[in-house]
C-alpha cells in the first residue's frame, strides 16, 4: 500500500485505539478548510511482527484499524477525500517523515504510546519535534462524540502561535482566551505592574482582533503559566496552542494541544 504522497495532507496516525478514531473526526475541519486530503496511516512496528504469523496479525490489525477510521470520518458525511496507508518502521520515525509534507499530523493523547519500547510516547516526541504543526488530542468522556472545540488558549507573546489560535478559533467557531503570564506573584495583585501587564496585552491583542474580527477573543492576566490556568478551569472541549519547545509538558495533561513549531512557520 505505498504511496509517495508529494502532495500536502492532513495525517492522522492510526492504531485501533478509540483516540486514533477521535484524532481523525477532530481532523475534519483541518483537511476540508485546506482542501486537501486526509491520510490515516498505520505503523506496524518491525519488533512487534518478528515472526512471519505476528506480521499478519499486525497487518489484519492495521487494516482493520484503517477501515474503522475511514468509517468513522465518512459516517459524518464531510466532503474530504481519505487516503489510507500502512507503513513500516518505527511509529516515531516514520510519523516524523510524515511530517515533512504534511499540513499538519494529528494522533490522539491515548494510544501510539510505545513507552514501554524506552523513550518518551509519540505524541510527546512529535509535538517537541515535528516540522509541521502537531494536534495532540484529548479524548471526550463520551466516546461516540466527536472532539468539539469550545475554547482555544494561547498565551500572547509568541505571534506566530496567536495567529495559529485565531485560525483554529475561526475554524471552529470557538471562543479564544489570550493569556499573558505573570510567572511570579499574584495576578490579580492592583498596581501599576497589573495596570502595565494589562495594557502590553490589550496592545498585542489589538493587532489581532483587527484582523479576526469574526473572532470572539477574550483575555486573561495569570499566575504563574499556562498549565496551572488550565489546572484551575479544567473545562471540557479547550484547545491549547502552544510552540513547540513547550509541547513536552503538556501534551499528556488531560486537554488537547497544538504544537506550532515556530522556526518552520
Known amino acids: 500500500m505505498g504511496n509517495n504522497y508529494p502532495a500536502p495532507a492532513v495525517v492522522v496516525g492510526v492504531d485501533g485505539s478509540t483516540g486514533a478514531v477521535q484524532a481523525a473526526l477532530w481532523a475534519i475541519d483541518e ?12 505503523v506496524i512496528d518491525p519488533r512487534d511482527a518478528s515472526t512471519a504469523s505476528a506480521s499478519e496479525a499486525r497487518l489484519a490489525a492495521a487494516r482493520t484499524a484503517l477501515a474503522d477510521a475511514h468509517r468513522a470520518v465518512e459516517s459524518t458525511g464531510a466532503r474530504v477525500k481519505i487516503e489510507t496507508d500502512i507503513l513500516c518502521g518505527k511509529p516515531l520515525t516514520r510519523l516524523m517523515e510524515e511530517a515533512r509534507s504534511a499540513a499538519m499530523i494529528c494522533i490522539g493523547s491515548i494510544g501510539l504510546d510505545h513507552a514501554r519500547h524506552g523513550g518518551t510516547s509519540v505524541a510527546s516526541a512529535l509535538a517537541g519535534s515535528a516540522r509541521c504543526p502537531v494536534a495532540v488530542i484529548h479524548q471526550p ?3 461516540s462524540v466527536a472532539p468539539k472545540v469550545r475554547s482555544v488558549l494561547a498565551e500572547v507573546d509568541n505571534g506566530m502561535v496567536l ?3 485565531f485560525e483554529e478559533a475561526r475554524l471552529r467557531g470557538a471562543t479564544l482566551h489570550a493569556l499573558w ?4 506573584g499574584d495576578a490579580h495583585d492592583a498596581g501599576d505592574g497589573m495596570r502595565s501587564a494589562q495594557a502590553r496585552l490589550s496592545r498585542r491583542l489589538a493587532r489581532w482582533t483587527r484582523l479576526y474580527p469574526d473572532v470572539r477573543a477574550e483575555s486573561a ?9 488550565l489546572g484551575a ?13 513547550t509541547a513536552d509538558d503538556v501534551c499528556n495533561a488531560g486537554y488537547s494541544v497544538l504544537a506550532i513549531r ?4
Open 163 to 165: 495567529r495559529h489560535a
Open 233 to 245: 478551569n479544567p473545562e471540557a472541549g479547550q484547545l491549547l496552542v502552544t510552540d513547540s519547545h
Open 31 to 42: 483537511a476540508v478548510s485546506r482542501d486537501i486530503p486526509m491520510r490515516l496511516v498505520y
Open 262 to 265: 515556530c522556526s518552520n512557520l
Open 221 to 229: 492576566i495569570v499566575r504563574g503559566g499556562v498549565e496551572q490556568y
Open 141 to 143: 468522556v463520551r466516546r
Open 181 to 184: 503570564v505573570c510567572p511570579g
